[in-house]
């Protein structure tokens, strides 16, 4: 399985950038997908869940502001970052549970993706 992150880039405080995280590879199911964020000198941080059955976490610095969403059928699951602050500046890993067939349940991540926010 391989995930595949993008839409990282540079964005200015208050503004908005929208990432994504395609899941490859033979899945049966996936049932959770988040996204970590590692600033520098900091270490890696859950900054939102999103589970199979609907719902969804985050971190306290980042409700109301970020939002997690899934599409099932593409294996693929989104965040959506407005009003970003310099403390929103990391690089973001995809992650997720999956059941593979013939294997059973694991853990994946995807190589990160650079959010950079400027003032």
């Known amino acids: 399985v391989q995930l595949q992150a993008s839409g990282g880039g540079l964005a200015q405080s208050g503004g908005s950038l929208r990432l994504s995280c395609v899941a490859s590879g033979k899945i049966g199911s996936i049932n959770e997908m988040k996204w970590y964020r590692q600033a520098p000198g900091k270490q890696r941080e859950l900054v939102a869940t999103t589970i199979s059955d609907g719902r969804t976490k985050y971190v306290d610095s980042v409700k109301g502001r970020f939002t997690i969403s899934r599409d099932n059928a593409k294996n693929t699951a989104f965040l959506q970052m407005n009003s970003l602050n310099l403390e929103d500046t990391a690089v973001y890993y995809c992650?997720?549970?999956?059941?593979?067939?013939?294997?059973?349940?694991?853990?994946?991540w995807g190589r990160g993706t650079l959010v950079t926010v400027s003032s």
């Open positions: 992650n997720a549970i999956a059941n593979i067939y013939g294997v059973g349940i694991n853990t994946f």
